[in-house]
């Protein structure tokens, strides 16, 4: 479902390539039930209301929110999708998509039927005759009731297997959106979040929710939001399907298209028999390695099944540069049927999908045996490879980038699995990055934005011009910082701003986006800084924080960080940092400082 309260566009699905028609309505097939999650736009930097009257970008829709798509949700109907119809969504900047979550499953037909009575009321409620006061009223009591009505749903007796999202990107370059499910429960921080790459044309990105229950819990009330990263105002998307999904147990055939191809190694990919001969004369047969490297164009990925000691044959495949190709390689003394079953696995893929190339008859016959659905060649006849219909698949954007993608997506499994519950080795595993710049001309704009549009993480409650702001960008005696973050799951650009008066030293100021939250990005800012300061001026680090309701939650990392409370003046609380405290650095944040951020006071 959508908002369809607010936004009551139509538009021609001619605008879509046909092909890419196709492959939205191919799914429907597939998909047995699914949830209907009321998708709404909504402000990465949303603190409302106060951003009505501050922002620049503000701009009212009819029930008087904030416009962050250019035209709205556009609805293109397409007979046969698995909802039946496709949103067209212009993206402004810091536009997002957003639901409340829950995993109660609707057969297709029950689900169709639910959005098409929730599109009708909601445009007979549009065309009533109603005073504009009333219909902003009743078009926000609506939406409210729509959100209040998927948080209560219960899980239903039928789980999903998957969350889905199709899209179509028209751009000439490919797009990251940021996909987050995060808890109700502030008590509850872990999110689950993974970034979706959409390459020129049509996308779809299926996640196990076997994977997503690893780290977040599925039962109870959560939000869940797409946000592109970097892309220009305008930036067209069309969206599909959205939505958690049980889909059918389909019997794939025989002369299905190949997704892996597992290699031997001995007197397959190279030459030789590693134990016997040693690593000093084995070589690898570069005509196998073209082979390779067509296949993986193509998008048809390479693992390896092995009988060999992990180490060494490792050390010959980084030799010679190629062990980037091979995904969870399975290099031990075991049966190989295990290892392709391993592989498949941990690939996510259907075994059915497997090829064994291996010179041995006897290898072969026991993964046959044991693995009936399971593909097998002889090593002598790898050149076939090229031309079997099983391997003649279209070659796109994505199916170029699949083996990265796999390989990113084995990282984060990996990550998911080591930090179990453990929140700060969760956030260790993001690998966030954050970069510390001077304000200038070139970052003022964002600044003010973030200056208007903070609360929740405003620790002073300042509010800037861009004059103003002007003016502290050349004032000798001010230290300023524009902090910029990303982590693995894609970009979240400029998330925070700091003014330090090195005459004290003293930060004045201190503000962060709230898509930062819980992430330790402020602890970790904190104590670069405050360690700094101290190193420079041999004297205690001041701070002043104005307490309110908004951002009392965020200032603990104030108490985290030890620093005690000296008095209060004017609403503003003095907080001091002892000049030989320890301070702590998690290990969580990657910093660059780039000058002169901090230089030495002018006198």
């Known amino acids: ?264 190694l001995d007197k397959t990919l190279w030459d030789g028999i590693l134990i016997e001969d040693g690593p000093e004369n084995v070589t690898v047969k570069s005509e196998v390695v073209e082979v390779i490297r067509d296949l993986d164009r193509r998008g048809i990925l390479h693992s390896i099944a092995s009988k060999n000691t992990f180490d060494d044959a490792m050390q010959i495949l980084k030799k010679y540069k190629i062990d980037e190709y091979f995904l969870s390689p399975q290099i031990s003394w075991g049966p190989k049927s295990e290892s392709m079953r391993r592989i498949a696995q941990s690939l996510n893929i259907g075994i059915d999908s497997l090829m064994l190339v291996d010179d041995s008859e006897f290898e072969l016959a026991e993964v046959q045996s044991a693995c009936p659905n399971v593909r097998t060649l002889n090593a002598e006849h790898y050149r076939d490879l090229l031309d079997m219909p099983e391997c003649q698949v279209p070659v796109t954007a994505e199916s170029a980038n699949r083996r990265f993608m796999y390989r990113q997506e084995g990282i984060r499994k990996s990550a998911a699995e080591e930090f179990g519950g453990d929140y700060l080795a969760f956030l260790r595993n993001c690998r966030m990055e954050m970069t510390l710049r001077p304000l200038t001309q070139s970052n003022i704009e964002r600044v003010h934005e973030l200056t208007q549009r903070t609360n929740q993480m405003n620790f002073s409650g300042n509010r800037y011009n861009r004059e103003v702001l002007r003016e502290i960008s050349v004032d000798s005696n001010l230290d300023t910082y524009v902090i910029e973050c990303r982590d693995r799951f894609g970009s979240y650009g400029i998330v925070g701003f700091s003014i330090v008066d090195k005459r004290g030293p003293r930060m004045t100021d201190l503000m962060f986006s709230c898509r930062i939250q819980a992430k330790r990005v402020e602890h970790a800012f904190l104590s670069k800084i405050i360690k700094e300061y101290v190193a420079q001026s041999g004297s205690e680090f001041w701070a002043n924080y104005r307490k309110t309701s908004r951002n009392a939650q965020s200032g603990r990392v104030f108490q985290d960080l030890k620093m005690r409370e000296e008095g209060v003046h004017e609403g503003v609380t003095w907080l001091v940092f002892d000049k030989d405290q320890e301070i702590v650095d998690e290990g969580i944040v990657q910093i660059t400082m780039e000058t002169p951020c901090l230089a030495p006071s002018r006198q």
């Open 1 to 264: 479902m959508y908002e369809a309260e607010a936004n009551n566009r139509v538009e021609s699905l001619s605008q879509i390539p046909p092909d890419v028609v196709e492959k939205f309505r191919e799914f429907q097939s597939v998909v047995t039930s699914r949830t209907a999650l009321p998708w709404s736009e909504h402000c990465t930097e949303c603190v409302w209301p106060t951003c009505y009257t501050t922002c620049d970008l503000y701009h009212p829709r009819e029930d008087g929110r904030c416009r962050r798509f250019v035209d709205g949700m556009v609805r293109i109907d397409c007979p046969g999708a698995v909802n039946s119809y496709l949103l067209k969504i212009r993206f402004k900047r810091w536009g997002k998509l957003w639901s409340p979550g829950n995993i109660h499953m609707f057969p297709l037909r029950a689900a169709a039927d639910l959005e098409l009575r929730d599109l009708r009321f909601a445009s007979a409620l549009v065309q009533l005759p109603l005073p504009k006061p009333l219909r902003k009223f009743a078009t926000t009591k609506r939406y409210s009731w729509k959100r209040k009505r998927t948080t209560g749903r219960k899980p239903s007796l039928t789980r999903p297997d998957s969350f889905v999202v199709e899209c179509y990107n028209p751009q000439e370059s490919p797009v990251s959106l940021s996909l987050t499910l995060r808890s109700f429960d502030s008590n509850s921080p872990v999110p689950f979040q993974k970034l979706i790459m959409v390459p020129c044309g049509f996308h779809r990105e299926q996640i196990e929710v076997s994977e997503i229950s690893k780290t977040f819990d599925l039962g109870a009330p959560f939000h869940v939001e797409l946000i592109p990263n970097e892309i220009a105002d305008g930036a067209t998307i069309f969206f599909g399907l959205i939505d958690f999904v049980q889909k059918r147990q389909v019997e794939v055939a025989k002369g299905t298209k190949l997704k892996c191809v597992v290699w031997d």
